[in-house]
């Protein structure tokens, strides 16, 4: 198994940035691949799947990004202190909700499956972004 601690969240205004930590613990080689995403609250009630924000791949380092953050946030691993952080700049009112750092072995899958909630078992509890 694999555990994961998220922190970093808070509110920031439109423009502004935030920095993101992921701490891992446990069994790593369950958790080769690391992943953020982030979901509105009353999507969560709804039942919308979460939407997947980037992803790092320990093997070879090689990083993923939807189309929405990219070149505004930059996700990165931090191996010595077994952190994954997301480094999101230039925050848009769009981008507020719950992040999740989540972990998996996504082995071949990676890295079609990056971006799908349904291919991590390994989830944090969660951190809070609010723009304004």
């Known amino acids: 198994d694999v555990q994961l601690v998220e922190s970093g969240g808070g509110s920031v205004q439109v423009g502004g940035s935030l920095r993101l930590s992921c701490v891992l613990s446990g069994d790593f080689y369950s958790g080769n691949c690391v992943a953020w995403f982030r979901q509105a609250p009353e999507r969560e009630r709804e039942g919308v799947e979460r939407e997947g924000v980037a992803a790092i791949y320990s093997h070879n380092d090689m990083k993923v990004y939807a189309d929405s953050v990219k070149n505004r946030f930059t996700i990165s691993r931090d191996n010595a202190k077994d952190t994954v952080y997301l480094q999101m700049d230039s925050l848009k009112p769009e981008d507020a909700g719950i992040y999740y750092c989540?972990?998996?072995?996504?082995?071949?899958?990676?890295?079609?499956?990056?971006?799908?909630?349904?291919?991590?078992?390994?989830w944090g509890q969660g951190t809070q972004v609010t723009v304004s």
């Open positions: 989540a972990a998996e072995d996504l082995g071949s899958r990676w890295p079609e499956a990056w971006k799908y909630a349904s291919s991590y078992r390994y």
